[in-house]
């Protein structure tokens, strides 16, 4: 009797803890992460499409060896 009632304590709690975890994601993607993604997208210009430099932008000399190939 006492294993029956395990096992359907165990789909029970199984099905809850499926709910609250569909429910807790929710929340959590509707109240940190679109928002952070809509503000993100709408103040950054990571290709510098928005506004255009009017010169070339310097590139960072570094050596391309053997070394730095390790380092990938």
């Given at each position: 009797?006492?294993?029956?009632?395990?096992?359907?304590?165990?789909?029970?709690?199984?099905?809850?803890?499926?709910?609250?975890?569909?429910?807790?994601?929710?929340?959590?993607?509707?109240l940190i992460v679109f928002p952070f993604g809509?503000?993100?997208?709408?103040?950054?210009?990571?290709?510098r499409m928005k506004r255009r430099p009017t010169?070339?932008?310097?590139?960072?000399?570094?050596?391309?060896?053997?070394?730095?190939?390790?380092?990938?």
């Amino acid at each position: 009797m006492f294993k029956r009632a395990l096992r359907t304590w165990k789909r029970v709690a199984h099905a809850i803890g499926n709910f609250q975890a569909r429910i807790l994601l929710t929340v959590f993607y509707g109240l940190i992460v679109f928002p952070f993604g809509i503000i993100s997208r709408l103040f950054s210009d990571p290709l510098r499409m928005k506004r255009r430099p009017t010169q070339w932008l310097d590139h960072p000399d570094e050596n391309h060896d053997l070394r730095w190939a390790k380092r990938q």
